[in-house]
């Protein structure tokens, strides 16, 4: 029988944690403001590709979705601040 997980989300809709039935922590989530996952900080092994603001994370392309919008003001506006 599978085990239902929960995801635990922030006010963005980003996962901060996942857990099973049981309360277990499965994976946990840390973001810098701009969506990429925080190196050393994360804890991975349930398979969740919704993280940053709930978004599906794109792992074979390897875009991060607060990088898109990077890119896309980049090349509107010529800078990011």
Same mark, same amino acid.
């Given at each position: 029988?599978?085990?239902?997980?929960?995801? =635990?989300?922030?006010?963005?809709?980003?996962?901060? !944690?996942?857990?099973?039935?049981?309360? +277990?922590?499965? /994976?946990?989530? #840390?973001?810098?403001?701009?969506?990429? =996952?925080?190196?050393?900080?994360?804890?991975?092994? !349930?398979?969740?590709?919704?993280?940053? +603001?709930?978004? /599906?994370?794109? #792992?074979?392309?390897?875009?991060?979705?607060?990088?898109?919008?990077?890119?896309?003001?980049?090349?509107?506006?010529?800078?990011?601040?």
């Amino acid at each position: 029988m599978n085990n239902a997980c929960y995801y =635990l989300t922030d006010h963005l809709g980003s996962t901060r !944690a996942v857990v099973d039935d049981q309360g +277990t922590v499965l /994976e946990t989530f #840390d973001y810098y403001p701009f969506g990429l =996952l925080m190196p050393k900080r994360n804890t991975a092994g !349930a398979g969740t590709l919704e993280k940053f +603001t709930g978004k /599906e994370r794109d #792992d074979e392309g390897g875009a991060e979705p607060g990088l898109i919008w990077c890119a896309v003001l980049r090349s509107c506006f010529g800078a990011v601040a």
